[in-house]
């Protein structure tokens, strides 16, 4: 199983908007609304930010949306903040009981 | 409140193998499964299989297949997961997660990570 992909890097300056992919395959990601995303800043444990592709767990502020397009999923950060910044990684049903996670994405905050 | 708490830091010689606990408490140990995540180095997350708690079915990363072994024990509420012939690439921090009760499908709570180091 591989992983998805993701870009390594993406960065925006504090208010703008981020968008985040991580592209599957249509065994996958493109198969199921099953994709969640983690933050995860250094030397933490990753947080879940998004679950089922665009539904974000409580406390989890609402500048979190998450969407899915046919193998690609995006998790997009609104009014960017200083406190974003960290490694986001998306993870996804895979079949067969299995899960593959993203490649990962380090965003930063100009 | 929910926790996990895992056991702690293990250096390792090529070849032994590393046996790590991860204690929940703060709900139903029974109701959720577990899987547990690695992370080496500077690199991302991979996930290395789920173990249900309720009866043992496990699956695990076709990648680690006959070297990893994911048990439970109900009555201490602890999960366990052995990594058996270590390799130098298997040094990374091991995360156990628990599954969610949302779809079942992603997780809401992990431990703090044990760093595992496989050196000779």
């Known amino acids: 199983q591989s992983a998805l992909t993701q870009p390594a890097s993406v960065s925006g300056s504090p208010g703008q908007s981020i968008t985040i992919s991580c592209t599957g395959t249509s065994s996958d990601v493109g198969s199921y609304n099953l994709v969640s995303w983690y933050q995860q800043h250094p030397g933490k444990a990753p947080k879940l930010v998004i679950y089922e592709g665009s539904k974000r767990p409580s406390g989890v502020s609402n500048r979190f949306s998450g969407s899915k397009s046919g193998n690609t999923a995006s998790l997009t950060i609104s009014g960017l903040q200083a406190e974003d910044e960290a490694d986001y990684y998306c993870?996804?049903?895979?079949?067969?009981?299995?899960?593959?996670f993203g490649t990962g994405t380090k965003v930063t905050v100009l | 409140q929910v926790q996990l708490v895992q056991s702690g830091t293990e250096v390792k010689k090529p070849g032994a193998s590393v046996k790590v606990s991860c204690k929940a408490s703060g709900y139903t140990f029974t109701s959720y499964d577990i899987s547990w995540v690695r992370q080496a180095p500077g690199q991302g997350l991979e996930w290395m299989g789920w173990?249900?708690?309720?009866?043992?079915?496990?699956n695990y990363a076709q990648n680690l297949q006959g070297r990893v072994t994911m048990t439970t024990d109900t009555s201490t509420s602890t999960a366990y997961m052995e990594l058996r012939s270590l390799r130098s690439d298997d040094t990374a921090v091991y995360y156990c997660?628990?599954?969610?009760?949302?779809?079942?499908?992603?997780?809401?709570?992990w431990g703090q990570g044990t760093p595992v180091t496989v050196s000779s």
């Open positions: 173990i249900s708690a309720y009866n043992g079915n496990t």
């Open positions: 997660a628990k599954i969610s009760g949302y779809s079942g499908n992603e997780f809401d709570y």
């Open positions: 993870y996804s049903y895979a079949g067969s009981n299995t899960y593959v």
